[in-house]
């Protein structure tokens, strides 16, 4: 007999299922072009298909949609892993320096290759995601690095690393930007806010290979993050290679954050935000906690990407910058809460 913890958990996976259809729904019918829930049955079924509807729904939003569903997900996920080894729970996948590092690799492809990829080849459509992929990791690294002391990752040292770097790479970011023309300067600060305006189908076939290894590796280890909670002898008293089980899930994380922030440029508080309304659903236990985190990160940017794209229409904000609005003050909020 299914506990109330468990029924609870099932209860919140189904209604945020259907929150999500119905957050899908409205995100393919309503826009610029409107479409009836028949046109978009018969354009999915192909029943006698409109070329009209089939380049709204398949070559714009869909694309779009997914890769938000996919990034919401993937920063979820990340971040409810990130809070769960630093036992922090003010943590968020950004503050490690990733999306920095994405940032300023991203911008230099701007720099170096504006006007010099041509075509429209995977290749020519993917060289800047996969520079945002590389740098994502290449920082990582370095905080790697440096946040390993006597055989150990340190969460502290972790955090303030991650800050360092990031906020140096911030730095030098910028300072490519300044050396752009203005077009490409304009393109490069949309992107660094957070944006899937650019969504196409080669953009989703090149997360999904990320989320199939990272993904059932963090899920198979939550039981870990629960045990990390506990203090570091108790720990290793248990029989956990602790160093080694952090390493695993903080390079997962680092994966799946850099293969979201590849494709839609810095999106924050998304992985803050996931994991305090996950434990607010469904308790503590991480088994429980990460799939919530990804179905609330994946409403959180499914909706704010349907609000960015038709709220100032003509005009499109970056979805970034619609989370924002909304993750500010709840980090305001969190951090007089630590306070009491």
């Known amino acids: 007999m299914r506990s109330s913890t468990e029924r ?37 079924m192909r029943i006698d298909p409109v070329p009209e509807h089939d380049m709204v729904v398949f070559d714009f939003r869909l694309p779009r949609i997914v890769i938000a569903a996919f990034v919401g997900f993937g920063l979820g996920i990340a971040g409810a892993v990130v ?31 504006e006007g010099k990829m041509t075509g429209a ?5 993917m060289a800047m995601p996969m520079f945002g992929l590389a740098g994502g990791l290449m920082a ?4 790697y690095l440096f946040a390993w002391r006597s055989g150990r990752l340190d969460p502290g040292t972790l955090i303030l690393v991650g ?24 393109m490069a600060a949309v992107w660094l ?66 293969a979201c922030v590849s494709v839609s440029g810095s999106i924050g508080f998304v992985g803050l935000l996931s994991p305090h309304i996950a434990k607010r659903l469904v308790g503590l236990h991480h088994r429980r906690v990460i799939p919530v985190c ?29 989370i924002s609005i909304v993750g500010v003050p709840y980090f305001v909020y969190l951090l007089f809460r630590a306070k009491v």
């Open 121 to 125: 080849g995977l290749l020519s459509i």
């Open 193 to 258: 806010t957070g944006s899937i305006w650019n969504a196409n189908w080669d953009y989703v076939v090149s997360m999904i290979p990320w989320f199939l290894v990272f993904v059932p590796v963090i899920f198979r280890k939550a039981p870990l993050l629960d045990v990390l909670q506990l203090g570091e002898e108790s720990v290793i008293g248990l029989g956990v290679r602790t160093e080694k089980e952090k390493s695993v899930l903080l390079i997962g994380s680092i994966g799946l954050v850099s």
């Open 8 to 44: 609870r958990y099932w209860a919140t996976l189904f209604a945020g299922v259907g929150l999500l259809f119905a957050a899908v729904y409205v995100s393919l019918t309503n826009g610029v072009f409107d479409l009836t829930v028949t046109d978009v049955i018969k354009t999915l």
């Open 163 to 186: 800050i360092a770097v990031g906020s140096g790479l911030s730095a030098l970011t910028i300072y490519l930007s300044l050396k752009m023309n203005p077009q490409d300067y304009e």
């Open 83 to 113: 809070q769960g080894i630093t036992k922090n729970g003010l943590a968020d996948p950004g503050i490690l320096g990733i999306n920095a590092g994405a940032g300023f690799a991203g911008v230099l492809f701007m720099l170096l290759f």
């Open 140 to 143: 990582a690294g370095f905080i």
């Open 294 to 322: 990804g179905l609330v990160g994946m409403l959180l940017v499914v909706i704010s990407d349907f609000i960015a794209k038709t709220v100032f229409t003509p005009v499109e904000l970056p979805v970034g910058i619609v």
